[in-house]
């Protein structure tokens, strides 16, 4: 399965201590490496792993790889960014749905099951998404 990660599913994969981290781990498995994602992402999974080197290891073991170029999409990621400023999305966020139109065969791996599933690719389009499931309450 050739998939785009969120920043939710690289913290849970990499902290034994995360919700979804049995998810991850089991996820993971199903894989086939890398996941892609960018380097906004990579930076959010950092500051919430508390751990740059440890991002750094995961790019350096090719378990997930920035595919990403920020520049060439800027106006897609602008006009993303109005549609949907009413949801306060991040840049993490908008990169990884500009990714899900540029991979169209990728699925998004993220536990933000929320926002994503508002979120649309090519302006109508649901992303395809692999979250974890829903806990009784």
Known sequence: MNVIA?????VAFANS???YHEWALQVASDLS?????????LAEAA?????????LELVEA????????LIPNISQLHELANRY?????????????RMSELFPRH???TVDETDFRVYRR??????PLLCPPKRAR
């Open 47 to 55: 500051f919430k792993l508390r751990s740059t080197n440890l991002v």
């Open 17 to 19: 201590d995360d919700l």
């Open 33 to 41: 490496p890398p996941a892609l994602t960018c380097e906004a992402v």
């Open 107 to 109: 699925i998004v791996i």
């Open 6 to 10: 969120d920043t939710g599913f690289i």
């Open 122 to 127: 090519n302006k109508r389009d649901m992303i």
């Open 85 to 97: 400023a009413d949801r306060q999305p991040d840049l993490a966020d908008l990169c990884v749905i």
């Open 62 to 69: 090719d378990l997930i790889r920035p595919a990403f170029d």
